[in-house]
T-cell receptor
C-alpha cells in the first residue's frame, strides 16, 4: 500500500494563482521530500523537510509539515506555465531507513 | 557534471523475451535505486544498492526481476520472460551516501513496452 497519498490527484489553475497540494502518510517519518516530474520521466528534487521542522521555503515554494496529522502541504506561489508537472511527496518509511516511498502524485496544470 | 543516464530510452519487446536496462549513476554516488512507474501511477520501489552492502531487494515483484551493480557503479536491471504487466517506465536514481536525507537524482527512465 502507498505510504504517501497526494490530494488532489489533479489540479488546474490559472497562471499567477497559487497552487496547494497535500500529502498524507501513515507511519512515523524522519523526513519528507517533494519531487517534481515532467512528462512522465525523471523526477527532480524540490525540497526536504525534517520531522522536527514545521515550515520551509525555497523560492516560490513553501512546504509545511504537521507530524501530528501525518500530513504535508506544498504551496507554489505565483504559478507559471513551466510549473505544469506531477508532484510527488516521498517519505522514509522506517526511521533511519534509506528507502523512500513515493506517493501517487498530483498532476498540476497551469493554464496560461 | 553528468547526471544519471539510462539506456535504452525506449524498449519494445515481445512477451517472453528477456530485457536488460542499464543505469549509469552520478560518479561518486554510493547509493543506487531502481523504481518502476506504471502509467499515471506513483513510483514503486524495486531495489536499492548501497556501497558494498547486500542490496535491498524487497521491492522486486517476482523472481523474474534481478539487478546487479558492478564495481559499485553501473547497474543493470534484468527482466526475464517479460509479461505485458511489466510495461512501465523504469527509473534509476543515485544519491551521494544513501541516507534518508540525501537528494536522489533521477535518470530520464527507460520506457518498456511488452507486446
Amino acid at each position: 500500500s502507498q505510504q504517501g497519498e497526494e490530494d488532489p490527484q489533479a489540479l488546474s489553475i490559472q497562471e499567477g494563482e497559487n497552487a496547494t497540494m497535500n500529502c498524507s502518510y501513515k507511519t512515523s517519518i524522519n523526513n519528507l521530500q517533494w519531487y517534481r516530474q515532467n512528462s512522465g520521466r525523471g523526477l527532480v528534487h524540490l525540497i526536504l523537510i525534517r520531522s522536527n521542522e514545521r515550515e520551509k521555503h525555497s523560492g516560490r515554494l513553501r512546504v509545511t509539515l504537521d507530524t501530528s496529522k501525518k500530513s504535508s502541504s506544498l504551496l507554489i506561489t505565483a504559478s507559471r506555465a513551466a510549473d505544469t508537472a506531477s508532484y510527488f511527496c516521498a517519505t522514509d518509511v522506517n526511521f533511519g531507513n534509506e528507502k523512500l516511498t513515493f506517493g501517487t502524485g498530483t498532476r498540476l496544470t497551469i493554464i496560461p | 557534471g553528468a547526471g544519471v543516464s539510462q539506456s535504452p530510452s525506449n524498449k519494445v519487446t515481445e512477451k517472453g523475451k528477456d530485457v536488460e536496462l542499464r543505469c549509469d549513476p552520478i560518479s561518486g554516488h554510493t547509493a543506487l535505486y531502481w523504481y518502476r512507474q506504471s502509467l499515471g501511477q506513483g513510483l514503486e520501489f524495486l531495489i536499492y544498492f548501497q556501497g558494498n552492502s547486500a542490496p535491498d531487494k524487497s521491492g522486486l515483484p517476482s523472481d523474474r526481476f534481478s539487478a546487479e551493480r558492478t564495481g559499485g557503479s553501473v547497474s543493470t536491471l534484468t527482466i526475464q520472460r517479460t509479461q505485458q504487466e511489466d510495461s512501465a517506465v523504469y527509473l534509476c536514481a543515485s544519491s551521494r551516501d544513501g541516507s534518508s536525507t540525501d537528494t536522489q537524482y533521477f535518470g530520464p527512465g527507460t520506457r518498456l513496452t511488452v507486446l
